[in-house]
């Protein structure tokens, strides 16, 4: 089984700046890409960005593009997701995924990680 752990959450004011890490342990598969994913307090979760094993490929939703990059260290087997320019809206708790279909933007529901709180204050 694939185990995931999301850190690099933590409090931001608006128009800052925050790293996640996510690493990866146990068996994983190339052919999924690795996803984040985060879920406001009350709402349901959502894509956020993904990348393909070899990192030649990513994907962003439309509310981070231009503002979040996402990228791997395979060698230490972490994935990051830089975040810049922090909305108050971005507040969520983020996960990672080891099994996702960049293509439809879908996760396997047994690769999540924890969650990582991410608060962004006006």
């Known amino acids: 089984q694939v185990q995931l752990v999301e850190s690099g959450g933590g409090l931001a004011q608006a128009g800052g700046s925050l790293r996640l890490a996510c690493a990866v342990s146990g068996r994983t598969f190339s052919a999924y890409a690795t996803g984040w994913f985060r879920q406001p307090p009350g709402k349901e979760r959502e894509f956020v960005a993904a990348i393909t094993w070899s990192g030649s490929s990513t994907d962003y939703a439309n509310s981070v593009k231009g503002r979040f990059t996402v990228s791997r260290d395979n060698a230490k087997d972490t994935v990051f997701l830089q975040m810049n320019s922090l909305k108050p809206e971005d507040t969520a708790v983020y996960y990672c995924?080891?099994?996702?279909?960049?293509?439809?933007?879908?996760?396997?529901?047994?690769?999540w990680g924890q969650g990582t709180q991410v608060t962004v204050s006006s």
């Open positions: 995924n080891a099994g996702t279909n960049i293509a439809a933007r879908t996760a396997r529901s047994d690769y």
